[in-house]
């Protein structure tokens, strides 16, 4: 089991960008798959994109590739979504998550989540 803090979220103009953190504990983080999801109000959690093990491999849903961006630093036990050309739809609560299979894909099962943090994009 892995807890999962995020940390990066907060309110930016429509265009701008912003940089989400996922800090991990325990000493295993490199053997677990992650991903970043998200959920807006009334509606249901969307997978965003997943990273392997060691951060070669990367999983981009079709509506976030060329504007977002995951990556992790196993030295830190964190990953992180760089997110581009921000939209007023992208508003939404955003979480990370943990596949202690190693998998990163949207069928992937993820056993371990944080919080959340809230990203709000104005117009």
């Known amino acids: 089991q892995v807890q999962l803090v995020e940390s990066g979220g907060g309110l930016v103009q429509a265009g701008g960008s912003l940089r989400l953190s996922c800090a991990a504990s325990?000493?295993?983080?490199?053997?677990?798959?992650m991903a970043w999801f998200r959920q807006a109000p009334g509606q249901e959690r969307r997978f965003l994109a997943g990273?392997?093990?060691?951060?070669?491999?990367?999983y981009y849903a079709d509506f976030v590739k060329g504007r977002f961006t995951i990556s992790r630093d196993n030295a830190k036990n964190t990953v992180y979504l760089q997110m581009n050309s921000l939209k007023p739809e992208d508003t939404a609560v955003y979480y990370c998550?943990?596949?202690?299979?190693?998998?990163?894909?949207?069928?992937?099962?993820?056993?371990?989540w944080g919080q959340g943090t809230q990203v709000t994009v104005s117009s």
């Open positions: 998550a943990a596949s202690g299979t190693g998998h990163y894909d949207y069928f992937t099962t993820y056993g371990d």
């Open positions: 325990g000493r295993t983080f490199s053997s677990y798959g």
């Open positions: 990273v392997s093990r060691s951060g070669s491999g990367t």
